[in-house]
C-alpha cells in the first residue's frame, strides 16, 4: 500500500471520527458509538471511501492495546480484590448461557443431533462463538462515565477479561472434540502459567518501576518506560502462553496503578489513544463491516442469533449479578456491559472456518452481532448510568 494512501486513509478515519463523536456526544450517546458508524459510513457499507488493510488493523491493534492499558492503570486494586470472586462467578454464567442458548437455538434452525456427531459438534461451536465478551468498547464507555474504578465497573471489566479466557478454554475442547491434536490440559495449564508468571513478574517490575518513578518523577521516561512494558506483556501473554494481548495490556497497567504517577502516565497514554489509535479501532470495527455482501439466505438465522447472543449475555450475568447481590438495576448493567462481541468472537468463528466446524456463511450472522452489540451497548449504558449512584443491595 502506497504511504500517500496511507496519510489519505488515516486523515479521513481521524476527521470522521472526530465529527461523528461529537454529533454522538450532542445527541447525548457515548462517543465511541460515533465512531463506530463513522466506520460504517466510510467503509464498504456506504461511501467506500476507505478500505480494511494490514496497516489499518496493526494500528487497530495497537489502540486496543494502549486503550486496556490505561484501563488497567485506573484500576483500584482494592476494588478489583473485592470484585474477584463476584466477576469469575459472572464470568462463568456469562460462558454458560450463551453456549447452551446458542446451542439450542442452532438445532432448533437444524434440527437435534445426537452428543458427539457432526451436527451436535456444529451446535456447539455456534454456542461458542456466542461466549466472547468484547471489553475494549464497554471500558471506553465506563471511561467516559466516569465509573470504571467503581466497584460495579471493577466487576464488568474483570468478569469481561476472566470471561475470554473461559471462552479460550471451552473453543479449545470444542475443537478438540473434532482434533485429536488440540490439548484443552495444555491450553489450561499454560493460561495458569501465565496468571502465575505475571503475579511473579509484576511485583518486581513494580519495585523497579517505583524507584525509577523516586528517582525521576513525573517525566516523560516515567510513561515512556511503561508504554514498553505494557507491549511486551501484551507480546508475552499472546506468542507464549495464548492469552489475549489485551489481557496483557491490562495487567500492565494493573501492575503500575500504585504508582504516584500513575495518573501522569495515564494521561500521556490517553493523549495518544483519545487522539489517534482509538478513533483508528473504533472506527475500524465499522470498516471490518460489509452490510452489502450479508447472505439473505441465513438472514433469518443471523437475526435470531443476534438476538440470542444479546440476551443470552444480559440474562447469564445480569442474573447472577443479582444472585451475588446487585441491585435490579445495576444487574442488567452488568448484562449489558457484558454484551458487546468484537474480533474475538471473529477469530472464534475463523478457528472453527479453519477446524472446517462450520461453513463460511456464518460469518454473516457474527458481523451483524459485532455491529449491533457495539452500536447497542454504549447507548444502553449511558442511559442506564445517567443520574445514578450504583451500588450493592
Known amino acids: 500500500m502506497d504511504t500517500l494512501d496511507i496519510l489519505w486513509d488515516l486523515a479521513l478515519i481521524i476527521l470522521f471520527a472526530k465529527f461523528f463523536a461529537l454529533v454522538a456526544r450532542k445527541l447525548n450517546a457515548p462517543q465511541v458509538a460515533g465512531e463506530i458508524v ?38 483500584d486494586l482494592n476494588q478489583l480484590k473485592k470484585s474477584g470472586i463476584k466477576a469469575t462467578l459472572i464470568a462463568c454464567s456469562g460462558v454458560l448461557t450463551p453456549l447452551v442458548l446458542g446451542t439450542l437455538m442452532y438445532m432448533c434452525f437444524f434440527g437435534f443431533s445426537a452428543v458427539g456427531t457432526e451436527g451436535f459438534i456444529k451446535a456447539v461451536f455456534i454456542g461458542t462463538i456466542l461466549t466472547a465478551t468484547s471489553v475494549s468498547i464497554t471500558v471506553q464507555v465506563l471511561k467516559e462515565l466516569g465509573k470504571i474504578s467503581t466497584e460495579l465497573g471493577m466487576t464488568i471489566m474483570s468478569a469481561a477479561i476472566i470471561d475470554d479466557v473461559i471462552g479460550i478454554l471451552v473453543l479449545t475442547a470444542v475443537i478438540g472434540m473434532r482434533d485429536p491434536k488440540s490439548n484443552f490440559a495444555l491450553t489450561a ?42 507491549f511486551i506483556l501484551s507480546y508475552v501473554a499472546d506468542y507464549y502462553f495464548g492469552v489475549a494481548d489485551i489481557t496483557g495490556a491490562f495487567f500492565a497497567g494493573v501492575i503500575l496503578s500504585s504508582l504516584k504517577d500513575s495518573d501522569y502516565i495515564e494521561w500521556r497514554v490517553d493523549i ?10 473504533f472506527t475500524s470495527i465499522g470498516l471490518q463491516t460489509n452490510l452489502r455482501t450479508l447472505d439473505t439466505a441465513i438472514l433469518l438465522f443471523s437475526v435470531v442469533f443476534v438476538i440470542v447472543g444479546l440476551l443470552s449475555k444480559v440474562i447469564g450475568c445480569g442474573f447472577m449479578g443479582r444472585i451475588l447481590g446487585y441491585k435490579g438495576k445495576d444487574a442488567l448493567k452488568i448484562g449489558v456491559g457484558m454484551m458487546t462481541r468484537g474480533e474475538v468472537a471473529l477469530i472464534v468463528t475463523q478457528r472453527g472456518l479453519k477446524a472446517g466446524i462450520i461453513g463460511s456463511e456464518y460469518f454473516t450472522a457474527v458481523i ?11 447507548l444502553l449504558l449511558k442511559a442506564l448510568f445517567s443520574g445514578e449512584e450504583t451500588g450493592i443491595a
Open 38 to 75: 463513522a466506520g460504517i459510513l466510510i467503509g464498504p457499507t456506504l461511501l467506500n471511501l476507505v478500505q480494511e488493510t494490514d496497516f489499518l488493523n496493526q494500528m487497530a491493534e495497537v489502540g486496543v492495546i494502549l486503550l486496556m492499558f490505561s484501563a488497567g492503570l485506573e484500576t
Open 272 to 281: 495518544n489513544s483519545y487522539t489517534f489509535f482509538g478513533p483508528v479501532f
Open 189 to 230: 495449564g499454560k493460561t495458569g502459567a501465565f496468571f502465575l508468571i505475571t503475579v511473579i513478574a509484576g511485583v518486581i517490575v513494580y519495585n523497579v518501576m517505583e524507584r525509577i518513578d523516586e528517582r525521576y518523577p513525573h517525566t516523560r521516561r516515567i510513561p515512556i518506560i511503561s508504554i514498553g512494558i505494557a
Open 368 to 378: 451483524l452481532l459485532i455491529v449491533v452489540s457495539s452500536l447497542l451497548t454504549p
